[in-house]
């Protein structure tokens, strides 16, 4: 046995004890990581029924009603069509969760974590969503095993298994086209601060959605022209954001099946933002390849994701992501590591990784083809 595996064994023997949890809890020296453990662990228990408080908050329209200011129980009782109990239970309960702050005389303020809420309005449309991850994962092992019965979230992202995605309605892109573009913009905001694009003359985003990613890059730096390209039925949404937003004269919206159709040629960036992790192995290195092929040599290849082993955050990746696209039938969060490898593979060098300002939602790897081409 190695020397790791004995230390493990009298590690994971002697904090498995009953009586050494006792004395641990009780010793001062020990008390406050014995106290720390202990809490972490009903944290995980408790996970389901905090994430339901937030729900509810969510549903309710709480967090908007409490930015018009601090409101007494009586009037938000009222508001939240609740009786006095139970809106006393849900505003307790999201006060021990910082989502709103309990004041004297039974009114209730937003907390630190209700204000974030109402400046991210994506994270509120990501709640409610929830409701197909809760129903796929009401059995977590059926999932594991391949015998779930409920897979909402299969059904929703129209393209996962899907024989002929490029044929795809209006009405079978809407929802999710929605959900991501109101998703996207923080991360959009996070990766062009992190990464500029003012050397650049023309960006080509793959699998953009409606095309958010791209206004935000578009106003931005003025000079710069983009192209998008997803399924016909998103891009005909993109290009009718592209005249309202008026970037008509530099905006491009090109339809088809990334892997199916050849992508648009003439840009000198390429953009995988929020793709990859979609996509199981064989997929996501396809979309690698096509983005290589599309750029000419010294061209940049831009990845932008939720990653796998994310220091201080792995529970996003490999926990949360790790289930979720197990739910939705398709993709996995990668490292690192790995996605140097595909890049690898698919003839770019020069990788480098940037860490934007909120690494547990997305990190940022880029990497070289190998000089310039026009729009």
């Given amino acids: 046995m190695r020397v790791l595996d004995r230390w ?8 498995s004890s009953p009586g050494f949890q006792r004395w641990a809890a009780s010793f001062p020296l020990t008390r406050l990581i014995a106290q720390r453990r202990a809490r972490a662990l009903f944290d995980i228990v408790a996970g389901f029924v905090y994430s339901q408080v937030l729900f509810a908050c969510v549903r309710l329209d709480l967090f908007a009603i409490l930015s018009e200011g601090p409101r007494r129980l009586d009037e938000l ?10 809106a006393r239970r849900l505003l307790r309960a999201a006060a ?3 989502l709103v702050q309990s004041l004297d005389g039974e009114r209730y303020a937003l907390g630190t974590l209700g204000a974030a809420m109402v400046g991210n309005p994506g994270i509120a449309a990501m709640v409610e969503h929830h409701h197909m991850v809760y129903a ?52 959009a905001d996070d990766v062009l601060d992190a990464y ?6 023309c960006l080509l985003d793959v699998a953009g959605g409606d095309g958010t990613f791209l206004v935000s890059a578009a106003k931005r730096w003025p000079h710069l ?29 090109v339809g088809g099946d990334v892997l199916r159709d050849p992508l648009p040629e003439g840009a000198d960036i390429v953009s995988l933002v929020r793709v990859l992790h979609d996509h199981d192995d064989a997929a996501a290195q396809s979309f690698i390849a096509a983005a290589s092929k599309a750029l000419p040599s010294g061209g940049t290849l831009m990845v932008a994701e939720p990653m796998a082993e994310t220091p201080g955050a792995e529970p996003i990746g490999d926990a949360y992501f790790g289930f979720y696209l197990l739910a939705m039938g398709s993709g996995r969060a990668r490292s690192p590591r790995e996605l140097d490898a595909m ?14 300002r909120r690494p547990f939602l997305t990190q940022l790897m880029l990497a070289q ?3 310039g081409a026009e729009c």
Avoid: C
Wanted: hydrophobic letters at 45%; glycine letters at 4%.
């Fill in 136 to 187: 796929d994962l009401a059995d977590p092992v059926a999932l594991l095993r391949g015998e779930a019965r409920s897979r909402s979230l299969k059904d929703y992202w129209a393209y996962v298994d899907a024989e002929a995605p490029a044929s795809a309605d209006a009405d079978r892109v809407g929802g999710y086209t929605n959900l991501m573009s109101e998703s996207q913009q923080f991360i």
């Fill in 8 to 15: 493990l064994a009298l590690r994971n023997r002697v904090l």
């Fill in 96 to 98: 021990s969760l910082r």
């Fill in 225 to 253: 022209r983009v192209i998008l390209f997803d399924l016909p039925a998103v891009a005909e949404r993109a290009r009718a954001r592209f005249e309202r937003e008026g970037l008509a004269d530099r905006a491009t919206a």
């Fill in 196 to 201: 500029s694009l003012k050397n650049h003359r």
């Fill in 77 to 86: 009782s009222d508001r939240l069509a609740l009786s006095p109990d139970a």
């Fill in 369 to 371: 083809r190998g000089s």
């Fill in 343 to 356: 890049l690898r593979a698919a003839d770019l060098g020069q990788v480098r990784q940037l860490a934007p």
